[in-house]
């Protein structure tokens, strides 16, 4: 079974600030791990994901998240945050050896203060 | 390149009626998926279209769910007849899949969604 899980409902940081969103995830096999952002009114937009090779995957808008295979974590980052980084995050994974549904985190609240 | 598309982009009916959701893919994608966000919940897989044939449709939450996807190219999604539990966001996702070294590599895009709303 696969499973996702993000721990902080919201997280606040000044713009400027590094931003961090945390992930962690569980699944049978090896992962595949995404990472979709929706604005406000906004349908999800994919940021980028991990599939296999180095650990560290950049995105679109700047951002990057790292894979962390011994704590199954892919937590998504920003080195400065912009007020128009504000919106909802959400981490997603399935199986590498299968295609198919992706088993969505409860997704982060991100806002960002001038 | 036009994206997914979904209609409408929000619906507000009463319980006991029938709503129809609309998913236009990306062309040229043979996968389509429906998902659903219920009550700022996580994002929950309902189907999977391959073309024209369920591919997967363990997420359905019951028969009052419908899904088509005639000819393979749109697909549609009917309440019928709607609960108050239904109400959340709709969405559509579509993608191609390639096959390699490394497994089934594929990213689903996803469409704006449908806001529906159960009275």
């Known amino acids: 079974a696969q499973s996702v899980a993000q721990p902080e409902d919201q997280v606040n940081v000044a713009e400027g600030n590094p931003l961090t969103v945390k992930c962690t995830y569980s699944?049978?096999?090896?992962?595949?791990l995404f990472w979709y952002v929706q604005y406000p009114n906004r349908g999800l937009q994919f940021l980028l994901k991990?599939?296999?090779?180095?650990?560290l995957v950049k995105g679109s808008y700047g951002f990057e998240a790292e894979f962390n295979k011994s704590q199954t974590s892919f937590h998504l980052k920003k080195p400065s945050a912009l007020v128009s980084d504000s919106a909802l995050y959400f981490c997603?994974?399935?199986?590498?050896?299968?295609?198919?549904?992706?088993?969505f985190g409860a997704g982060t609240q991100v806002v960002v203060t001038p | 390149e036009a994206g997914v598309t979904q209609f409408p982009s929000h619906s507000v009916i009463e319980k006991g009626q029938t709503v129809t959701l609309r998913c236009d893919p990306i062309?040229?994608?043979?996968?389509l998926y429906w998902y659903r966000r219920v009550m700022g919940k996580e994002i929950k897989f309902l189907l999977h279209?391959?073309?024209?044939?369920?591919?997967?449709e363990s997420g359905m939450p019951n028969n009052r769910f419908l899904a088509e996807r005639t000819g393979g190219t749109y697909s549609t999604l009917k309440v019928q007849p709607a609960e108050l539990e239904d109400s959340g966001v709709y969405f559509c996702?579509?993608?191609?899949?390639?096959?390699?070294?490394?497994?089934?590599?594929?990213?689903?895009?996803f469409g704006p969604g449908t806001r529906l709303l159960v009275l």
């Open positions: 062309s040229g994608h043979d996968n």
């Open positions: 996702a579509s993608s191609q899949v390639s096959f390699g070294g490394t497994g089934a590599r594929e990213t689903q895009y």
């Open positions: 699944v049978s096999g090896n992962p595949y």
């Open positions: 991990y599939i296999t090779g180095d650990n």
């Open positions: 997603a994974v399935r199986d590498i050896d299968s295609w198919g549904k992706l088993q």
């Open positions: 279209f391959v073309k024209e044939s369920k591919q997967d």
